[in-house]
Nanobody, 115 residues
Framework: QVQLVESGGGLVQPGGSLRLSCAAS????????MGWYRQAPVKQRELVAT???????NYVDSVNGRFTISRDSAKNTVYLQMTSLRPEDTAVYYC?????????WGQGTQVTVSS
């Protein structure tokens, strides 16, 4: 079994920055891809950013140029560096991992952007 544990959420003012972390643990043989999704109140969960096992990255248009996804393969950890945060970035952010060709989710971490 594989577990994903997120950390790093919180309250930040508009224009501020936060870094989210997601550590994968358990019986990991291959990390196919990892990513971040978010879900705001009364909205559907949406993809924010992904990084493949080969290191290719992809972003939703609304965060392109502001957010950066990266990974530390030795630690099985993926990061989401968020800058120039806006109130509309407020959401619960979920880590997603396709590991050993199965899909896993973290428990979510709240990000609130407000003055």
């Amino acid at each position: 079994q594989v577990q994903l544990v997120e950390s790093g959420g919180g309250l930040v003012q508009p224009g501020g920055s936060l870094r989210l972390s997601c550590a994968a643990s358990g019986s990991i043989f291959r990390i196919n891809a990892m990513g971040w999704y978010r879900q705001a109140p009364v909205k559907q969960r949406e993809l924010v950013a992904t990084i493949t096992g080969g290191g290719n990255t992809n972003y939703v248009d609304s965060v392109n140029g502001r957010f950066t996804i990266s990974r530390d393969s030795a630690k099985n950890t993926v990061y989401l560096q968020m800058t120039s945060l806006r109130p509309e970035d407020t959401a619960v952010y979920y880590c997603n991992g396709i590991i050993n060709f199965q899909t896993y989710w973290g428990q979510g971490t709240q990000v609130t952007v407000s003055s």
